[in-house]
Nanobody, 120 residues
Framework: QVQLEESGGGLVQPGGSLRLSCAAS????????MGWFRQVPGKERDLVAT???????NYIAPVKGRFTVSRDNDENTVYLQMNRLNSEDTAVYYC??????????????WGQGIQVTVSS
């Protein structure tokens, strides 16, 4: 229903910063929230940060104070500003969005994932 496309990943040195972007297309007017998860091979996909349409944020403890999730004026793009990156932040990051379509059908959708590697 809603298509998500991530960008902004790559290789960064420890202590550096990256900003991930996720652009939504085919989006309805009942988006309840957008955010980011991450996954390491062989492990579960974990929440990183989310932002609801009411402005409520939620961060996983290891990134709190270092990462910031935000949305643009039209709320069609969600960002993840990542500062003071360390090796434990290395993962594939997935954008997600959830809510209801115009016909009141609930949905949750995911981007394809983007690699973030923190290494010297």
């Amino acid at each position: 229903q809603v298509q998500l496309e991530e960008s902004g990943g790559g290789l960064v040195q420890p202590g550096g910063s990256l900003r991930l972007s996720c652009a939504a297309s085919g989006i309805d007017h009942s988006i309840y929230g957008m955010g980011w998860f991450r996954q390491v091979p062989g492990k579960e996909r974990d929440l990183v940060a989310t932002l609801t349409n009411t402005g409520l944020t939620n961060y996983i403890a290891p990134v709190k104070g270092r990462f910031t999730v935000s949305r643009d004026n039209d709320e069609n793009t969600v960002y993840l500003q990542m500062n003071r990156l360390n090796s434990e932040d290395t993962a594939v990051y997935y954008c997600t969005a959830w809510g209801y379509s115009n016909d009141k059908t609930p949905f949750r959708t995911w981007g394809q994932g983007i690699q973030v590697t923190v290494s010297s």
